[in-house]
Structures are given as structure tokens and as C-alpha cells.
């Protein structure tokens, strides 16, 4: 044995939170596809109820699959628990569920998912909430944003479709000294490129559907715990640290201690907001885990290939991959993620919408889809879809100007992903 016993990243991958099915010997994760378990006895069936013990009720709650899910991305970001839900942007509501009353708002980066800018400019005022959206390179400005009914602050690590990565150490800081919890989303970076809570980060959302997966197969979401806050240290979070009605006056960090907001996301959370995670998608998600490392080490190698190739050719305007030196975050990669910018960027065509859109159409191999993070190669024009909904100020500070093209590249050979954007971008200019 070596002395660091802990087992390593690609070992987790493989093995965190499963073990051989009890009952069968089943190598591979089963799925456990039933919608209740039977009690031992009336004594037990009260007991989890109370949430006295832990165990298996009913699958909108908990499911002998999702739990293993839950149990390995908790262990891959080096969180306390975790909480799988129906999609990334269930993650980012059930995130948000716990800290947040009417009248409360999150402080948001202006570099965000166009759909979590649309979740937050727009639908949480539903529930009474709001954001605020500030530039996350200006650290002052968003201490200035945090007010007295501010319960977290939200920022992407590797934000799409940008090329953008923040600093997630001054972020921290911030939300630190304001007594605030920092959400950070994952997606785009994975727990290979980058480990929030290593930076500070209070919980880890993630959009499973994307590199978790890996193969556009699945839509799933989870919301990791670094079990760091407290949440009793004020009295801004009563959901947590208050005695909870619906379970006879318990009090969630109290009695659970760090897995407090791991606990409340099932108990309450998925027991009355139902965005739960069905057990064939944790599955296929699993699966998709195992080869996360190699996966992820091919789409950077192929981004920065493709991505330095594209920034020399005559009708690119600019490539903003952090990957590349002439990247403004290029020095931000090292610290915060250390294994590499990941597989997302943007290019800018000189021909602007109009060459974007016949750039788009005449791509072969690349695939024009709303999604990112598959093995295939994938394009889309954000401002005509993902980020349409968005004025046009809002297009360009989320990195989605009308001249601006997706590309999330994928693992295949970067020599013919170069040969199909080179005959693309000739229809493209002429
Ligand atoms: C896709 C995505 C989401 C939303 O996830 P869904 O699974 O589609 O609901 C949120 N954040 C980021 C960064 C994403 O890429």
C-alpha cells in the first residue's frame, strides 16, 4: 500500500457509492425500477417517516439506484451528500428552494446558461424571488449587489457559452464575508476539470445531462453539498435552521448536522416539489461517469486543437476558448481548472448572423443541436435559440452577440472535425 490510501479520481469514477447488489451479486449497478420498498414492520415504516432512520419509502423521495448516483457525485466533488433531480434546471430551483423566501434574491453572473437567465430574470418571480445579475470580473460590484435579503450568490465555473472561467477563490471570498452561500454550476467544467468546493463553493449544481452522461442519452440534474455552511450562524435561512412544521418541529441542521441541506432536499424538497430522477437515467448516467476522465482529456485536447486552428483562419473574427494564450483567462485555467479548459467555446465570424447561420447549415459531422457535452461534435447559433429569449445587451454580456457560434466538441478525430468546419466556413464567406 502507498500511504495516500484515499482512493484516487479515476477509481471514484469507477466505484464510489457502489458495491456489488446484495441480493444477486450484480456487478453493475441495477436498475431498481419500483416505486415502493415493503416496511420490515408498522415500527419501521414509523421510524422512516420520522426521518429516525434511514431507508427506503417511496422513489420520489429515494431510490436504491439514485442513491449510488448521489453517493458518487458527492464523493467526485468532495461534498458531504448530494440530491439527483429531474434536470439541470430542477438543480438550480431545488439549489435554491431551501435558502430562499419571497422578497429574497440571488446575486447571479451575467455569464450564465441563457435558459438559467431566463430561470432567473423571469420564472422565480413566481415564487416572490429575484436576481440580481453583475459582472462576476468585478469583484466590488458584487459585494455592492448583496443587500439584506440576499441568500446566495450563483456563478458557473467554466460559464457557457463563453469560454469564460471565474474566479471562483474572490467569489468565495465574498460570499464568505457576507455570510452567503456561493452556488456554483459545474456543468460545464465536470468535477475532471474543476472541484468547486476546493474554491470555496457551498454547493455544486450540475446539469447531469450534459459530460456526466456523455451521450446525449439522459437529462438529469443533482445538487452536491460541501456540508460547509452554517447555517444557524444567522437567522437568514429558517428552512434549515428553524424548527420545520411538516416534521413536528424538527430542526434540519440541528439534528443532521452538516448533511442538514442534503436532507432537507429529499424530505422536503423532492417529497413536495417532485423533480424527481428516475432510476433508469441515474443508470445510464453511472455508466456514462465511469469514462468521465478519459472523455474529458480527449475533448480538451481536440477544443484546443480545433480551437487554435480556428483562430488562424481568414473568416474567424475570434475564438474565445480560456485554453487558448490569448485568452483574458487563460491564467485563470491553473489554478482553477487545473486539468484543462474543457470542450466549449465560442467563435466569432467576420460574415456576422448571416455567415453564422449558413456556417451552421453547412456543417456535415458537427451536429446542430441545443445541447453540449456529447461525445459527437455539436454546434449551435446561441442567439437564434438558446439565448433568443434575451435582449440583445443580454446576448453579448452572456458571451451570445448575433456573430457569435456555439461549437462543443466532442471526442472524435480532430482532423476531420477541422476538414467539416474548413468547408463550412468556405460556404460560409462566399
Ligand atoms: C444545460 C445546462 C443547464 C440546464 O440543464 P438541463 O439538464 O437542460 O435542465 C444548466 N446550466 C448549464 C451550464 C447547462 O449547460
Redesign the pocket.
Known sequence: MTEDSTPGFDTLLIHAGARPDPATGARQTPIYQTTAYVFRDAEHAAALFNLQEVGYIYSRLTNPTVAVLQERMAALEGGVGAVCCS????AQIMALFPLMQPGCNVVASTRL?G??VTQFSQTIKRFGWSAKFVDFDDTDAVAAAIDDNTRAIFC?SIA?PGGYITDLDAISKVANDAGLPLIV?N??ATPYLCRPIEHGATLVVH?M??YLTGNGTV???VVVDSGNFDWSASDKFPSLSAPEPAYHGLKFHETFGPLAFTFHGIAIGLRDLGMTLNPQAAHYTLMGIETLSLRMQRHVENANTVASWLEQHPAVEGVTYAGLPSSPYYDRVERICPNGAGGLFTVALKGGYDACVKFVDSLELFSHVAN?GDTRSLVIHSASTTHRQLTPEQQTAAGAAPNVVRISIGIEDAKDLIADLGQALDKASN
Open positions: 434536470s439541470g434546471h430542477a446558461y435558459g438559467t458557473e457557457n454550476d456543468t460545464s446539469s445531462t450534459k437529462t438529469g440534474g453540449l
